[in-house]
């Protein structure tokens, strides 16, 4: 989604709520932050908010799920498929499942909906206009608003050294190819004048969506896999699963190392695995990349203190700088209330606590991103990247065709007062599109 903001009396008609105000004086990446308590739909400018409308979420059984999403589909004119074929202008599809933000006819001061973001007609479309597939949407329990953030660990964009040439004088390759990712457009030093190759402009490029989580039982399988061969014990296809092959491996391993040949998978065998490799402890996260909902890049990284949940944070870029290697980044932290049974399977011992005053920039000193890796990031970087960071990985929702979704969790009985005049609401689940 993309807006800038104007001052003087532009800024007053957005916050009077003119859509016409809204559509003629904004462009550049923002975020839509939804609040659930307040029945509030707020748009932000880094910091500002710039426009705001009320809305109506979904009533008891039927509540909109927390968390966050971005715009999957947008369709000026759909119908419901399960709700008596109702209208659903201005659509924008936030989850497969069947959430989105469109017009109502309908947009009582409290939840109504069967789980989407019903908003009034004018403030939809104008919203639809100005909106891409892509653009962020975070839904919240409580109001929460974007900060300004800044910390060692941030990516930052790859700065074009003043003794080199210009982007428009130089000849591009692709660079760090990997397979299935996309090529991404450098420059080099040698000129070819009788050859000229489009220049890559990265403020032009789609944005790109970062994820970094705690590595699945696959995705450590398939690092195990990946080392056992590297060893020479044959896995096949580091492929993540436990098949005939990779207990082979394990046991011929096993017995090298006068162990217990019995194939099994354990904390101990694979730390073994990776001290014989000299790769030192096993990462515990991974870092994923998307650019249009295409997957670009996912590697393994370290996160210190693993049995301290990460929580569940976002960041969105600004004032992406490919000149000067600058950036700036604005976040908010969500409430994400992990079970008993997720907190066991993901071997957490202490719950993040989303209401620190430092639990972004705690968990970005736990995470060590290695310099290539930083490296490869830093070139894709440009207006309107995004950095999730949360424990649970590549959730249900998450899937061909989205960005990364994290869907949150607050438990009843732990969330907040509400403001004066608004009840309390159950934690969310997934509902169909009403």
């Known amino acids: 989604m993309t807006f800038r903001l104007v001052t003087g009396m532009g800024l007053l008609a957005l916050m009077l709520g003119s859509s016409t105000a809204l559509a003629a004086t904004l462009e550049g990446p923002l975020q839509i932050m939804v609040s659930r308590d307040r029945q509030e739909l707020k748009v932000y400018d880094g910091a500002t908010v710039v426009a705001h409308s009320r809305v109506s979420t979904g009533k008891a059984g039927h509540a909109t799920p927390t968390g966050i999403f971005s715009i999957l589909e947008k369709k000026r004119k759909h119908f419901s498929n399960i709700y008596n074929n109702a209208p659903m202008p201005f659509m924008q599809r ?72 210009l982007l428009s004088d130089a000849s591009l390759r692709p660079a760090f190819p990997d397979e299935g990712q996309e090529s991404v457009e450098v420059a080099m030093s040698n000129h070819v004048p009788d050859k000229p190759e489009p220049t890559a402009h990265p403020e032009r490029q789609a944005p790109v969506r970062i994820l970094i989580t705690r590595a699945g039982e696959r995705e450590s399988l398939r690092e195990l896999q990946t080392l056992l061969s590297t060893l020479g014990y044959e896995t096949g296809v580091a492929d993540g699963l436990h098949g005939r092959r990779t207990s082979a491996a394990i046991r011929a391993f096993q017995e090298a190392e006068n162990r217990k040949a019995d194939g099994m998978i354990t904390p101990d065998l694979i730390a073994a695995v990776y001290a014989r490799a000299g790769k030192g402890m096993p990462p515990h996260g991974r870092l994923l990349v998307r650019r249009k909902f295409e997957p670009v890049l996912d590697v393994p990284l370290t996160i210190d203190a693993p049995q301290i949940a990460l929580g569940t944070h976002f960041l969105l870029a600004r004032n992406v700088d490919t000149v000067k290697g600058s950036a700036d980044w604005y976040g908010v932290t969500l409430r994400n209330d992990l079970s008993p049974a997720t907190m066991k399977r993901l071997g957490i011992e ?5 209401e620190a005053g430092d639990a972004l920039a705690a968990v970005l000193d736990r995470l060590d991103i290695p310099a290539d890796i930083r490296i490869r990031v830093s070139a894709l970087l440009s207006e309107g990247a995004s950095l999730s960071i949360s424990d649970t990985g590549l959730g249900q929702e998450t899937g061909a065709g989205t960005d990364f979704i994290t869907v949150t969790r607050e438990i009843a009985g732990k969330a907040a007062t509400p403001p004066a005049g608004k009840k309390r609401r159950k934690a969310s689940s997934i509902v169909a599109v009403n």
Request: aromatic fraction near 6%; charged fraction near 15%.
């Open 94 to 165: 936030l989850t497969w499942s069947g959430i989105a933000l469109h017009a109502s006819s309908s947009v009582p001061a409290h939840p109504a909906s069967h789980g989407c973001v019903r908003m009034p007609h004018d403030f939809a479309k104008t919203l639809f206009n100005l909106t891409q597939r892509g653009g962020h949407v975070l839904v919240t329990d409580r109001e929460t608003a974007p900060q300004r953030v800044t910390h060692a660990k941030l990516f930052e964009p790859a700065a074009l050294a003043p003794e080199q040439e």
């Open 350 to 354: 202490t719950p993040a606590d989303a």
